[in-house]
């Protein structure tokens, strides 16, 4: 060893490290603003990139749940000018009742209409205006169902029964629903167990 190396190469004492301090000068006015803008970058909020309210995804999946629903209501709203037509008032009631404990099937669909139009239609005003015409068309004509049913009275429920079909065909129509296509398919949709079509 000679020199405090090591076969020429390697320093045998520690290097001794140097530290340089580099002063800013930045006034009162400076250091303010900066403050200023770093709360405000805190308390703004950032801009959401979550799909809203009537992205594709949310939209679509309301027409999978309630249009089909919806859809599906067809063999019943068909088959009430039957009951008319043969006096079963009680089967006929049974489908318009509007008690809370046991509300008919029509009475419930009062309620996925309106999910629908508000869902699928959201983005649209004059959409929804158009729906919630034919909305309540087919409410009042249930309501005027299960009044008929009551009294028994065939001329009031045939056009009642009437109004009905007619309110539900422009539903369809206007919103074009189609029957469910994965209705009769077994297991789970291909992307979530929460997919609208998955069989339950």
């Known amino acids: 060893m000679e020199g405090g190396f090591v076969s020429g190469i390697v320093p045998t004492r520690a290097a001794r490290a140097e530290r340089s301090v580099v002063c800013m000068s930045v006034s009162r006015r400076d250091m303010l603003k900066f403050a200023i803008g770093a709360a405000a970058a805190v308390v ?3 801009e959401a990139l979550a799909d809203g309210a009537t992205s594709p995804a949310t939209k679509y999946r309301v027409r999978g749940i309630y249009g089909y629903k919806i859809m599906s209501a067809g063999d019943t709203v068909n088959s ?3 009951l008319v037509d043969s006096g079963s008032w009680v089967e006929l009631g049974n489908l318009v009742s509007s008690a809370k404990k046991s509300s008919g099937k029509l009475r419930d669909l009062e309620g996925a209409l309106q999910l629908f139009k508000t869902g699928y239609f ?3 005003r004059p959409k929804q205006r158009v729906m919630a015409t034919y909305q309540s068309e087919f409410v009042d004509a249930v309501a005027a169902l299960e009044a008929a049913a009551k009294k028994q009275d065939k ?3 045939n ?3 009437a109004e009905l079909k007619n309110a539900y065909d422009n539903i369809i129509a206007y919103a ?3 029957p469910n296509e994965f209705a009769n398919t ?3 949709a291909w992307s979530s167990d929460y997919d609208y079509r998955r069989k339950f």
Do not use: H, N, T, Y
């Open 80 to 82: 009430v000018q039957g």
């Open 186 to 188: 077994e297991g789970q």
């Open 44 to 46: 703004v909020p950032m």
């Open 159 to 161: 056009r009642a029964a």
């Open 122 to 124: 959201a983005d649209s």
């Open 155 to 157: 001329s009031k429920a």
């Open 176 to 178: 074009e629903l189609s």
